[in-house]
């Protein structure tokens, strides 16, 4: 156990029988009232964000996390087969921890997982960007370049991202892993 005073932004707790990440923490002392921690953290199952008061003396109970990096295999129905690069160990992924950045991510990719206790996976976090090859796109107009328009673009993982329309079948490009978003083209 450790009290309030002893946690800072990054920190894994359980909070109301749930695990969550400290996102905020500020230590408030209001003119004639007692000091304060006003703690803003974030539910590591549903990404709700939850704000509480604590007293300075409060105790939590603070989780022991290690990350580790893993590279991501192969998928097998809702979850994702990872593998540790040292040990060469497996280990199944939900899905759900991902978030979306799971529609974005091929074969290959390093991922970083985080453990409670050195067990259970937690939270799960794919790279910025990745680079990922067109599959399919419509050819653009030649001359319709006069405003930043987008087209439709299925990439080799199946997802339909919206690119540039100078960019055609068969094309490298850099994606963000959070929304898909269309960053640039790679040679």
């Known amino acids: 156990m450790a009290t ?12 109301n029988g749930e695990v969550v990440q400290v996102e905020e923490l500020q ?8 000091a304060f921690y ?10 709700k964000i939850v704000e509480n008061r604590f007293r300075p003396g409060d105790s939590v109970d603070q989780l022991r996390v290690e990350t580790k990096e893993y590279q991501y295999l192969y998928q097998d129905g809702d979850s ?5 690069n040292q040990t060469y160990d497996q280990i199944y992924l939900d899905k759900s921890l991902l ?11 390093t991922l970083l997982i985080a453990f409670e206790n050195g067990t259970q996976p937690i939270t799960a976090e794919a790279p910025a960007h990745v680079i990922v090859n067109v599959t399919y796109t419509e ?11 987008l087209k439709p673009a299925t990439i080799e993982t199946g997802a339909e991202i919206r ?8 094309d490298n490009i850099k994606i963000k892993t959070i929304n ?5 083209r790679v040679k």
Do not use: W
Request: proline share 4%; net charge positive.
């Open 4 to 15: 309030i005073s002893d946690l800072s932004k990054g920190n894994y707790i359980r909070y």
């Open 27 to 34: 230590h408030r002392t209001p003119g004639n009232l007692r």
């Open 38 to 47: 006003q703690i803003k953290m974030r539910s590591v199952r549903t990404g």
């Open 80 to 84: 994702l087969v990872c593998m540790d």
């Open 99 to 109: 978030g979306d950045s799971v529609n974005y991510i091929k074969e290959g990719v």
């Open 139 to 149: 050819p653009g107009v030649q001359g319709d370049t006069a405003t930043r328009t």
């Open 163 to 170: 690119v540039p329309l100078f960019v055609n079948t068969g």
């Open 180 to 184: 898909g978003e269309y960053v640039e």
